[in-house]
């Protein structure tokens, strides 16, 4: 049984209004933050948390939180990250939707230990409805003398704004968040100079993720040792984990990290194993972007150990026998599934929201959406799987943010794993074309193809 | 991007001005900016302008958007097409933006687009003739344990079946 840090009072009647989740001990953090604590005391616990960015990256929280700098008289800003857009996750929205005054408290205490006196949410346009979930918390925090001029007679003042965006997956990477937020088309920035020095209107600042901010009020409530005890090795702490695919119980399920992973998949009070009684075929443990690991590589890492959930173990032996944690968004596919259709689903997710800045991902996104789309409705060669190769090997690492190697990782990782798959589909040319997954048409007459 | 800018929809609107309390509320997001910044409220105005317009951006309408935040009107254009979010075209009464990406398809999202598409008679990207429907093929809307799902207006519709689309369809065409 994984322990509760973030839902633990997600069942509590009213949790939404402000008085239950004070009843439940909510906004104590800032009380303790406020009156007893210094800022640098803040992030040395968060420091000492070992708290890890829940976006995806992994970066460890209070590094980042350290390297914001502090120029006199220039502002700085603390921006919630809430651009949920990963296929495979919703566990942001899950915790806003049912927990927002949770976000609402880590805003406050984060953006005191930065120093920021304006913060913003930026969430994604399609959550519209959770704007109003969160403006709603915001109005009761600040109704109660937690945000606004001279929070609890500290002195420090706070103002917090939920900006919702237009639809672009894009938008997740943090500076093109940051562009976005200016108002402009979600462009990621060139690197350095890093947020941390030059983010929103060229001032200092931090973006972090929902679920990164929402642990904070713990650790502060807790100390960041206490935070540190639970996980395992540098993941520490509990992770939201969005389960979806072929399994028994989709949701969202916090876990310890170091939670066996066979546990995770196959126990009822998780997963509960795969649906409908079919055979697990393969999962992507972190997001599409992460690789997908076959079934025989799932459950065991390369040194023969049960495979864990956490951010070393579930990328052990790297990308040859490994995947990533990535955002935790757990994606299962049984027998039935098509990994050569799910790439090419996913390569078409990330030619669509590309931003079109650097050619290698424009353009290679395109390209390898032409070979597999050839492929899948078997009129490919031979030679194009090691075309598919050679493209997304020149993608990776070749772009201004990380939407390139998210592109091109999957590709690279399905040829690994299941070039088997991708020869069928050539050997038997007459069995795709007519293939249909259910559909009353071919796949080659779908609007939406 | 999908998005691609039509300009053809030349047609001015009747939608402007906006009334006071567009303009109020308008007024108080551009002041959650510091001094100056005030283009920074671009795409909140956006969805208060594809609200008021119908469901979709005229080009009269994100000149009066230019305007109103003290920007010029390509600015406007630039983020318009980039977002996809923003209808640049006119859209029907109800636009169905039905998910299409890997996870909702394990769960069988395609064939519920086939099957929207068939109770609607409009196909992906088009409007249906009664202009009552929209549909989008749309990438992940952040509802992977709950699919196959679709977006409609500031809502999820989700675990779509067969029987819940016909209850839709039926609902929103007696709206």
Same mark, same amino acid.
């Given at each position: 049984?994984?322990?509760? &840090?973030?839902?633990?009072?997600?069942?509590?009647?009213?949790?939404?209004?402000?008085?239950?989740?004070?009843?439940?001990?909510?906004?104590?953090?800032?009380?303790?933050?406020?009156?007893?604590?210094?800022?640098?005391?803040?992030?040395?616990?968060?420091?000492?948390?070992?708290?890890?960015?829940?976006?995806?990256?992994?970066?460890?929280?209070?590094?980042?939180?350290?390297?914001?700098?502090?120029?006199?008289?220039?502002?700085?800003?603390?921006? !919630?990250?809430?651009?949920?857009?990963?296929?495979?996750?919703?566990?942001?929205?899950?915790?806003?939707?049912?927990?927002?005054?949770?976000?609402?408290?880590?805003?406050?205490?984060?953006?005191?230990?930065?120093?920021?006196?304006?913060?913003?949410?930026?969430?994604?346009?399609?959550?519209?409805?959770?704007?109003?979930?969160?403006?709603?918390?915001?109005?009761?925090?600040?109704?109660?003398?937690?945000?606004?001029?001279?929070?609890?007679?500290?002195?420090?003042?706070?103002?917090?704004?939920?900006?919702?965006?237009?639809?672009?997956?894009?938008?997740?990477?943090?500076?093109?968040?940051?562009?976005?937020?200016?108002?402009?088309?979600?462009?990621?920035?060139?690197?350095?100079?890093?947020?941390?020095?030059?983010?929103?209107?060229?001032?200092?600042?931090?973006?972090?993720?929902?679920?990164?901010?929402?642990?904070?009020?713990?650790?502060?409530?807790?100390?960041?040792?206490?935070?540190?005890?639970?996980?395992?090795?540098?993941?520490?702490? +509990?992770?939201?984990?969005?389960?979806?695919?072929?399994?028994?119980?989709?949701?969202?399920?916090?876990?310890?990290?170091?939670?066996?992973?066979?546990?995770?998949?196959?126990?009822?009070?998780?997963?509960?194993?795969?649906?409908?009684?079919?055979?697990?075929?393969?999962?992507?443990?972190?997001?599409?972007?992460?690789?997908?690991?076959?079934?025989?590589?799932?459950?065991?890492?390369?040194?023969?150990?049960?495979?864990?959930?956490?951010?070393?173990?579930?990328?052990?032996?790297?990308?040859?026998?490994?995947?990533? &944690?990535?955002?935790?968004?757990?994606?299962?596919?049984?027998?039935?599934?098509?990994?050569?259709?799910?790439?090419?689903?996913?390569?078409?997710?990330?030619?669509?929201?590309?931003?079109?800045?650097?050619?290698?991902?424009?353009?290679?996104?395109?390209?390898?959406?032409?070979?597999?789309?050839?492929?899948?409705?078997?009129?490919?060669?031979?030679?194009?799987?090691?075309?598919?190769?050679?493209?997304?090997?020149?993608?990776?690492?070749? +772009?201004? !943010?990380? &939407?390139?190697?998210?592109?091109?990782?999957?590709?690279?990782?399905?040829?690994?794993?299941?070039?088997?798959?991708?020869?069928?589909?050539?050997?038997?040319?007459?069995?795709?074309?007519?293939?249909?997954?259910?559909?009353?048409?071919?796949?080659?007459?779908?609007?939406?193809? | 991007?999908?998005? *691609? /800018?039509?300009?053809?929809?030349?047609?001015?609107?009747?939608?402007?001005?906006?009334?006071?309390?567009?303009?109020?509320?308008?007024?108080?997001?551009?002041?959650? /900016?510091?001094?100056?910044?005030?283009?920074?409220?671009?795409? #909140?105005?956006?969805?208060?302008?594809?609200?008021?317009?119908?469901?979709?951006?005229?080009?009269?309408?994100?000149?009066?958007?230019?305007?109103?935040?003290?920007?010029?009107?390509?600015?406007?254009?630039?983020?318009?097409?980039?977002?996809?979010?923003?209808?640049?075209? #006119?859209?029907?009464?109800?636009?169905?933006?039905?998910?299409? *990406?890997?996870?909702?398809?394990?769960?069988?999202?395609?064939?519920?687009?086939? /099957?929207?598409?068939?109770?609607?008679?409009?196909?992906?990207?088009?409007?249906?003739?009664?202009?009552?429907?929209?549909?989008?093929?749309?990438?992940?809307?952040?509802?992977?344990? /709950?699919?196959?799902?679709?977006?409609?207006?500031?809502?999820?519709?989700?675990?779509?079946?067969?029987?819940?689309?016909?209850?839709?369809?039926?609902?929103?065409?007696?709206?």
């Amino acid at each position: 049984m994984s322990k509760k &840090l973030l839902l633990e009072h997600i069942n509590v009647p009213n949790i939404l209004g402000f008085e239950a989740y004070r009843s439940k001990g909510g906004y104590t953090s800032v009380e303790k933050a406020l009156k007893t604590m210094s800022p640098e005391a803040i992030v040395e616990e968060v420091k000492k948390s070992g708290l890890r960015g829940r976006g995806g990256a992994g970066f460890p929280t209070g590094m980042k939180w350290s390297f914001l700098a502090k120029p006199e008289g220039i502002p700085r800003y603390l921006v !919630c990250n809430a651009d949920e857009s990963e296929p495979g996750t919703f566990k942001d929205r899950y915790l806003m939707e049912k927990l927002p005054h949770l976000l609402v408290e880590g805003m406050i205490v984060s953006s005191f230990a930065l120093g920021a006196n304006t913060s913003y949410i930026y969430i994604r346009g399609e959550y519209m409805w959770i704007v109003g979930i969160l403006e709603k918390a915001i109005a009761e925090a600040k109704a109660n003398g937690f945000l606004g001029k001279n929070i609890l007679g500290s002195g420090y003042d706070l103002e917090l704004y939920v900006q919702p965006g237009g639809g672009a997956y894009i938008c997740g990477e943090e500076t093109a968040l940051l562009e976005s937020l200016e108002g402009k088309r979600g462009n990621p920035r060139m690197k350095p100079p890093f947020p941390a020095v030059k983010g929103l209107w060229q001032s200092p600042t931090v973006v972090n993720n929902v679920e990164t901010i929402a642990a904070v009020p713990w650790i502060v409530n807790n100390t960041g040792d206490e935070y540190a005890k639970i996980g395992i090795g540098k993941s520490t702490g +509990t992770k939201l984990i969005s389960a979806g695919g072929n399994i028994n119980r989709p949701g969202v399920y916090e876990i310890d990290l170091g939670l066996p992973v066979d546990e995770f998949l196959n126990s009822d009070e998780y997963c509960g194993g795969i649906a409908n009684g079919k055979k697990f075929k393969a999962v992507v443990p972190g997001g599409s972007s992460v690789p997908i690991l076959p079934a025989e590589l799932f459950y065991k890492t390369a040194n023969g150990e049960d495979r864990l959930m956490s951010y070393e173990s579930l990328a052990d032996g790297g990308f040859a026998t490994g995947s990533m &944690l990535g955002s935790g968004g757990f994606i299962v596919y049984d027998e039935d599934q098509c990994i050569v259709r799910n790439t090419w689903n996913f390569t078409r997710f990330y030619n669509h929201e590309s931003c079109g800045q650097c050619s290698p991902c424009r353009e290679g996104t395109g390209w390898m959406l032409k070979v597999l789309h050839k492929i899948e409705h078997g009129q490919g060669s031979m030679e194009d799987i090691d075309l598919l190769w050679d493209i997304q090997r020149r993608i990776e690492g070749n +772009t201004i !943010c990380p &939407l390139g190697d998210a592109a091109a990782w999957p590709v690279a990782a399905a040829i690994r794993h299941f070039r088997e798959e991708f020869e069928w589909h050539i050997k038997n040319p007459a069995e795709c074309m007519v293939r249909n997954y259910g559909l009353k048409k071919s796949t080659l007459e779908l609007s939406f193809n | 991007m999908g998005n *691609t /800018y039509d300009t053809r929809t030349k047609e001015v609107t009747a939608k402007i001005p906006f009334p006071q309390d567009l303009l109020d509320k308008i007024e108080e997001i551009t002041k959650r /900016y510091p001094a100056g910044k005030q283009k920074s409220a671009l795409i #909140p105005v956006l969805h208060i302008a594809q609200k008021q317009n119908e469901g979709w951006l005229s080009i009269p309408v994100m000149d009066y958007v230019a305007g109103l935040l003290h920007i010029t009107p390509i600015e406007v254009y630039e983020v318009a097409t980039f977002y996809t979010m923003f209808n640049l075209k #006119p859209v029907g009464k109800f636009v169905l933006e039905v998910c299409r *990406t890997g996870p909702c398809c394990t769960r069988g999202a395609e064939k519920m687009i086939e /099957y929207i598409e068939q109770k609607t008679n409009c196909k992906v990207g088009a409007n249906s003739a009664d202009g009552l429907f929209t549909i989008k093929a749309v990438e992940c809307l952040g509802a992977c344990g /709950y699919a196959p799902m679709l977006q409609l207006g500031d809502s999820f519709v989700e675990f779509l079946t067969e029987e819940k689309v016909d209850s839709l369809i039926n609902e929103l065409k007696n709206k």
